[in-house]
């Protein structure tokens, strides 16, 4: 069949959500045309579990295979297990899992991959492999004959390692300037590992504010986790007798500030940090289809103090992104203003966020998070501290409160702006709801004329371009900003500012896809391991990007909102490649990486890092 290209649906026919909120909050199947509906699977066949949602129950279904132990209760059918079985697992309970090892073959040096002499040979300190002979011998064949990066750059640092080494036609020369910034920093993280970073403007404000605080550390010279000396679980305050609090001097040599500069927020659309999906080479994608504000992946407080090379890699910021920011949550003000002092004085970023609305436990466990919602003098301290001690402005995003029945984030909104924060973005969701349910735009709106001298962003629910007309001119936000809707479809930002609705061919999509790709090789690398990291996070970017439903295979195009899937049967696409677009099966998402990362490995398997309720990170 003939496949429609760049078809552009009128606006006026995308009608907003004002009739049954409680039918849109709700997973639906798309009304299809009858001739792109596939015909159902046997009943036999389950529905992969990539494809659950928010509102479908991960619990057996009795229309399964027969399980004997499978008991109908008032709650549905749950599992009767064993008394050995529930013993085994309380005796695993709390410990590391084996996971099997990555292998990624034999190690070539770095120096020999580039055809240069190893300095550290002959004293036997590396231990990698230096006979290129015996390596290219026992290499996997290569992807393809062009290498992306070393047609891009006219350079590739893996050289004889890269898959693509066979499309290295000349003499690798270094580059002469590179698009990536905030590049991991050796030094500065030998500073942090050994308590050796100083931080004179927080300790001045700690003074200041009588803020009590201290460094943990243990007789090697490392940092242990981060814990306030003087706080327990039940709030009271208790002496460090423990542990050994190392003192921080009371006076260091003042350094001037740079000048602070107020950024424009006014109708911008911000990209929310999306954990695991929002990297470097997602970013990337989103930018060109128009987003004005981008932000990296949440870090821990803690682990950037500790100088954790994983916490800093979030931090890497590509040159096309103009008005950048990097997201941090802590339990703790001492940890936040010391962070805030230490990204402002290390890395080029343009604001720093604080995230006071991610509903993990994992996080809020550590008073981190949402959990910062129920502290509210904490939380606006550290906003104060922060951005005492910050050359950049810094910024909040939080959600409307622990659950949606009790919201308690509006009073925050009268103080925000008196404590030096630039911007808040306000998720409409409670962290009990994570992401069930319809964001309250109410309530956004609420907040956001509390002080009409704070720029708010709403957040939550924004899908099609019809939905962001109705919340910017029914509510009193600055800007908006994007999160599962610029997943399952990046080119939302372009569907906004050109406010049609977008009926993107197939083949477009696929070029998004081997950008993606391609971005993923020059970010991570093109060696085997950063093939295999590149595909790991194409196809769970892949567990979003299936749900979308083209325009036009739709019998209605009213019903277009976020939580609108793919028949669990898939679709009979106008085109074979938007029939495997749409394929809810995970087999089908590796075939799509195989185009352009070569074939997978024997061994791999494959399971989506969302599930249901935690797609993003609040």
Excluded at 98 to 107: A, H, I, Q, Y
Excluded at 348 to 359: I, K, S, T
Excluded at 474 to 497: D, Q
Excluded at 508 to 534: C, P, Q
Aim: hydrophobic share 30%; proline share 6%; with cysteine.
């Amino acid at each position: 069949m003939a496949e429609s290209v760049g078809q552009v649906v009128p606006l006026k026919e995308i009608k907003t959500n004002t009739e049954d909120d409680q039918y849109h909050a709700e997973v639906y199947e798309a009304p299809l045309l009858p001739q792109y509906i596939k015909p159902p699977v046997s009943t036999d066949k389950k529905r992969p579990a990539e494809d659950l949602d928010d509102n479908e129950s991960k619990k057996p279904r009795l229309d399964e295979p027969t399980d004997t132990r499978l008991v109908k209760t008032e709650e549905g059918p749950t599992e009767v297990k064993t008394e050995e079985e529930k013993g085994k697992r309380e005796r695993t309970k709390g410990k590391k899992k084996n996971k099997p090892l990555k292998d990624f073959g034999p190690k070539l040096c770095s120096h020999v991959a580039k055809s240069q002499e190893c300095p550290n040979v002959s004293n036997n300190k590396c231990k990698d492999e230096h006979d290129l002979k015996k390596y290219l011998d026992s290499k996997v064949p290569d992807i393809s004959d062009k290498c992306y990066v070393f047609e891009t750059k006219g350079y590739c640092r893996y050289g004889h390692t890269c898959r693509f080494a066979s499309g290295h036609h000349k003499e690798n020369v270094v580059p002469q300037e590179t698009t990536e910034i905030n590049s991991f920093n050796q030094t500065l993280r030998n500073k942090l590992w050994n308590n050796m970073y100083e931080f004179p403007r927080s300790e001045q404000v700690f003074k200041e504010e009588k803020i009590k605080t201290g460094f943990v550390k243990k007789k090697s010279n490392k940092f242990t986790k981060h814990k306030s000396p003087t706080t327990t679980k039940g709030g009271d305050q208790v002496s460090a007798t423990d542990i050994e609090v190392v003192k921080i001097a009371e006076s260091y040599p003042k350094k001037e500030p740079r000048l602070k500069t107020k950024k424009d927020w006014e109708n911008k659309l911000y990209l929310a940090p999306l954990t695991t999906i929002g990297n470097l080479p997602y970013r990337r994608i989103v930018k060109r289809f128009g987003v004005d504000i981008t932000c990296g992946e949440m870090g821990m407080g803690t682990s950037l103090l500790q100088g954790h090379p994983s916490e800093f890699a979030l931090l890497r910021r590509h040159a096309s992104e103009d008005l950048f920011g990097v997201q941090i949550t802590g339990g703790f003000t001492d940890q936040l203003t010391r962070c805030a002092e230490m990204l402002s004085n290390e890395f080029d970023v343009d604001f720093v966020d604080l995230n006071a609305g991610c509903p993990l436990d994992l996080v809020c466990t550590k008073g981190a998070g949402a959990q910062l919602l129920e502290k509210h003098d904490r939380l606006l301290e550290s906003i104060k501290c922060m951005s005492k001690v910050s050359d950049v402005p810094i910024t909040l995003k939080l959600r409307i409160g622990k659950d949606e029945r009790c919201p308690t984030s509006l009073p925050l909104f009268k103080q925000l702006a008196q404590h030096n924060c630039s911007a808040v973005t306000l998720h409409g969701r409670s962290r009990r709801q994570r992401y069930a349910k319809l964001a309250d735009w109410k309530y956004i709106d609420a907040c956001a004329r509390e002080d009409p001298n704070l720029p708010v962003f709403g957040n939550g629910d924004i899908y099609t371009s019809a939905e962001y007309e109705e919340h910017t001119k029914n509510t009193a936000v600055t800007g908006v900003m994007l999160a599962r809707g610029a997943i399952i479809k990046p080119w939302l930002p372009t569907e906004i500012k050109e406010q049609k609705v977008w009926d993107i061919s197939a083949s477009e999509r696929l070029d998004i896809m081997r950008d993606f790709a391609n971005y993923g090789l020059e970010h991570w690398g093109s060696d085997f391991k950063g093939v295999e990291t590149t595909r790991s996070f194409f196809l769970n970017w892949q567990s979003f990007l299936y749900r979308y439903v083209p325009v036009g295979l739709l019998e209605r195009t009213d019903t277009i909102r976020m939580n609108m899937r793919v028949p669990s049967s898939g679709i009979l696409g106008r085109s074979e490649l938007e029939t495997l677009l749409a394929s809810p099966l995970v087999s089908d998402w590796v075939k799509i990486s195989e185009m352009f990362l070569g074939k997978a490995p024997t061994n791999f398997v494959f399971h989506p890092k969302h599930k249901a309720n935690s797609e993003s990170n609040g």
